[in-house]
């Protein structure tokens, strides 16, 4: 019978290891790393080395930064002593010492939560987290000495000393987040033979050979690329521009189609070999979105791209060497889910057999209940939903682009991860990887938020926000392949999903959103875990 661990304020319970630690910068909203040609933090020792091991990853508001704290399961209510002068007692910042009165009562206020883990009811397979390198983090990355880039590759694609992302979106041809919009084949115009994209751009060539530096650094040669195009060039398009009210001119649907072929092709002769691509990004906005979308777009209603998909793309794609890659649909707004697909469907009976999986955008889920993602699965169960795009500081009346160190906007990603997860999305892509100060640069000043700022002034360090720190309790331990299983909290301000790993250990991340300490009480099976947690903080508990 395993046995209980008890995790909570006392005396040493627990050993913390500290591998390279953030090197903390304050702003007036919060804390950054600062990582330097010489220094960057990693995220190191957190896999269970025993099937008695457990592992505690924790950041908070208060400062913590990937804090690993290693303990063993023992006998039941008895604590694990141990040399060390740390114990988990650690994770607890006096957050609130230098506050007012009321603020310092809450210190001594605590709320509670029973999680209850149960392995036998499992949900959808996890496909992996990434994020974009768009024109915009090319541009970034190519004005910064070798060993900085270094180390924002391994920070994020590292799977021993970087959060484990494993999966990268790459804009076919241009994007919003360019320096100039722009696809292959821009002239000759009506070329329906594509003879002018025999070869890839420049640009392509210089984010190839910025891949080839990412997969040494990191170590990681298993990266998911995953394809979408903004628009085609604009002699393809009913308006003959690259935005605004614009759709695909019948006549250019197996062109249109064939780009994206060529594309896969040429890309593979330099190495990059593409897990799979979408039917193009945001559709809408070429014909509701336009009014106040000034970027590359091409709009397609769900009614005609089930007829490009079902009589162009998808025979296409499949009769190809490249049968294998995967078609994602939509890659659209949440609340476009499930009518669009349902309507593909009923333009076009052959459009959803071609589909694998449906993507997702994440930037109106405050209009769009996660029961859409519910209600998506039960009518299509066999296509796999996907997040592959998201960021912050996009919408009126917010502060566009970033805000250095604000934890506010990494709770926003916290409980939206959660949301997706637990509501049968297999992964998520972020958006830009890095972006400048502003959170650009691009043509149309489009500035956003981004996990990584890069100070391009000094050009010598860049800043990790607190939400690359949240993005890494999912990604660095929720590894391909695992599996959600069923984990549950009884209080509303403790959020939690789970996953069982392909090595058979179990990943929970815990969220306490709330101002109080959360004293938690885990059950799966015999085994029962207690934990002390500090306000507003996530911890990734991985055992077996």
């Given at each position: 019978m395993k046995s209980s661990l008890v995790l909570i304020l006392c005396i040493s319970s627990a050993i913390v290891i500290h591998a390279s630690p953030c090197r903390q910068k304050r702003f007036p909203k919060g804390i950054v790393c600062v990582c330097t040609e010489e220094y960057c933090d990693t995220l190191e020792n957190v896999d269970p080395k025993e099937t008695d091991d457990i592992v505690l990853v924790s950041t908070s508001l208060g400062g913590l930064r990937f804090e690993v704290t290693h303990s063993k399961l023992q006998s039941r209510n008895r604590f694990i002593k141990n040399s060390s002068k740390y114990g988990i007692n650690i994770i607890v910042p006096q957050v609130l010492s230098n506050q007012g009165s009321a603020e310092n009562f809450l210190r001594f206020l605590t709320i509670s939560s029973d999680i209850t883990v149960n392995r036998n009811n499992t949900y959808q397979t996890n496909l992996g987290f990434g994020g974009a390198f768009t024109g915009t983090v090319s541009h970034i990355v190519d004005m910064l000495p070798k060993s900085l880039q270094n180390h924002i590759y391994k920070a994020y694609f590292s799977k021993t000393e970087g959060i484990g992302y494993n999966m990268m979106r790459i804009p076919i041809g241009g994007s919003d987040f360019d320096l100039a919009p722009w696809a292959y084949n821009e002239l000759p115009t009506h070329d329906t033979n594509l003879s002018n994209f025999q070869k890839l751009d420049d640009r392509d060539l210089k984010r190839i050979s910025q891949l080839n530096d990412l997969k040494i650094a990191s170590a990681n040669d298993n990266i998911k690329y995953i394809g979408a195009a903004w628009s085609p060039p604009p002699w393809m398009k009913t308006n003959n521009d690259w935005t605004g009210f614009g759709a695909l001119r019948s006549e250019y649907y197996a062109t249109w189609a064939q780009y994206h072929l060529k594309y896969l092709e040429l890309m593979a002769e330099k190495g990059i070999n593409f897990w799979a691509f979408s039917t193009g990004n945001e559709p809408l906005n070429g014909i509701i979105g336009w009014v106040f979308v000034h970027f590359m777009s091409l709009g397609w209603t769900a009614g005609t791209q089930g007829q490009w998909v079902g009589d162009h793309l998808g025979p296409l794609l499949r009769n190809s060497p490249f049968r294998n890659v995967k078609l994602l649909g939509?890659?659209?707004?949440?609340?476009?889910?499930?009518?669009?697909?349902?309507?593909?469907?009923?333009?076009?009976?052959?459009?959803?057999?071609?589909?694998?999986?449906?993507?997702?955008?994440?930037?109106?889920?405050?209009?769009?209940?996660?029961?859409?993602?519910?209600?998506?699965?039960?009518?299509?169960?066999?296509?796999?939903?996907?997040?592959?795009?998201?960021?912050?500081?996009?919408?009126?009346?917010?502060?566009?682009?970033?805000i250095l160190g604000s934890w506010e906007r990494a709770e926003q990603y916290a409980r939206s991860y959660i949301e997706d997860l637990t509501h049968w999305v297999g992964g998520w892509v972020?958006?830009?990887?890095?972006?400048?100060?502003?959170?650009?640069?691009?043509?149309?000043?489009?500035?956003?938020?981004?996990?990584?700022?890069?100070?391009?002034?000094?050009?010598?360090?860049?800043?990790?926000?607190?939400?690359?720190?949240?993005?890494?309790?999912?990604?660095?331990?929720?590894?391909?392949?695992?599996?959600?299983?069923?984990?549950?909290?009884?209080?509303?301000?403790?959020?939690?999903?789970?996953?069982?790993?392909?090595?058979?250990?179990?990943?929970?991340?815990?969220?306490?959103?709330?101002?109080?300490?959360?004293?938690?009480?885990?059950?799966?099976?015999?085994?029962?875990?207690?934990?002390?947690?500090?306000?507003?903080?996530?911890?990734?508990?991985?055992?077996?």
């Amino acid at each position: 019978m395993k046995s209980s661990l008890v995790l909570i304020l006392c005396i040493s319970s627990a050993i913390v290891i500290h591998a390279s630690p953030c090197r903390q910068k304050r702003f007036p909203k919060g804390i950054v790393c600062v990582c330097t040609e010489e220094y960057c933090d990693t995220l190191e020792n957190v896999d269970p080395k025993e099937t008695d091991d457990i592992v505690l990853v924790s950041t908070s508001l208060g400062g913590l930064r990937f804090e690993v704290t290693h303990s063993k399961l023992q006998s039941r209510n008895r604590f694990i002593k141990n040399s060390s002068k740390y114990g988990i007692n650690i994770i607890v910042p006096q957050v609130l010492s230098n506050q007012g009165s009321a603020e310092n009562f809450l210190r001594f206020l605590t709320i509670s939560s029973d999680i209850t883990v149960n392995r036998n009811n499992t949900y959808q397979t996890n496909l992996g987290f990434g994020g974009a390198f768009t024109g915009t983090v090319s541009h970034i990355v190519d004005m910064l000495p070798k060993s900085l880039q270094n180390h924002i590759y391994k920070a994020y694609f590292s799977k021993t000393e970087g959060i484990g992302y494993n999966m990268m979106r790459i804009p076919i041809g241009g994007s919003d987040f360019d320096l100039a919009p722009w696809a292959y084949n821009e002239l000759p115009t009506h070329d329906t033979n594509l003879s002018n994209f025999q070869k890839l751009d420049d640009r392509d060539l210089k984010r190839i050979s910025q891949l080839n530096d990412l997969k040494i650094a990191s170590a990681n040669d298993n990266i998911k690329y995953i394809g979408a195009a903004w628009s085609p060039p604009p002699w393809m398009k009913t308006n003959n521009d690259w935005t605004g009210f614009g759709a695909l001119r019948s006549e250019y649907y197996a062109t249109w189609a064939q780009y994206h072929l060529k594309y896969l092709e040429l890309m593979a002769e330099k190495g990059i070999n593409f897990w799979a691509f979408s039917t193009g990004n945001e559709p809408l906005n070429g014909i509701i979105g336009w009014v106040f979308v000034h970027f590359m777009s091409l709009g397609w209603t769900a009614g005609t791209q089930g007829q490009w998909v079902g009589d162009h793309l998808g025979p296409l794609l499949r009769n190809s060497p490249f049968r294998n890659v995967k078609l994602l649909g939509g890659d659209d707004q949440r609340y476009v889910m499930p009518v669009w697909y349902e309507e593909m469907q009923g333009a076009h009976s052959e459009a959803i057999k071609y589909l694998d999986g449906f993507a997702v955008h994440w930037y109106w889920d405050n209009i769009a209940p996660p029961s859409l993602l519910d209600k998506t699965h039960r009518l299509f169960p066999d296509k796999f939903i996907l997040n592959t795009e998201s960021c912050l500081g996009d919408k009126p009346l917010t502060v566009h682009g970033p805000i250095l160190g604000s934890w506010e906007r990494a709770e926003q990603y916290a409980r939206s991860y959660i949301e997706d997860l637990t509501h049968w999305v297999g992964g998520w892509v972020d958006w830009n990887i890095v972006l400048d100060e502003t959170g650009g640069p691009n043509y149309v000043n489009n500035t956003v938020e981004a996990p990584v700022i890069v100070n391009t002034t000094s050009k010598n360090e860049f800043y990790k926000q607190p939400i690359f720190y949240i993005i890494g309790h999912f990604s660095r331990f929720i590894v391909e392949d695992s599996i959600r299983i069923d984990v549950r909290s009884s209080h509303n301000s403790v959020q939690t999903v789970g996953y069982q790993r392909p090595d058979n250990s179990i990943a929970v991340v815990i969220f306490n959103r709330s101002s109080l300490k959360a004293d938690i009480k885990l059950r799966d099976g015999s085994i029962n875990i207690k934990l002390s947690l500090p306000p507003r903080s996530i911890h990734t508990l991985v055992y077996f």
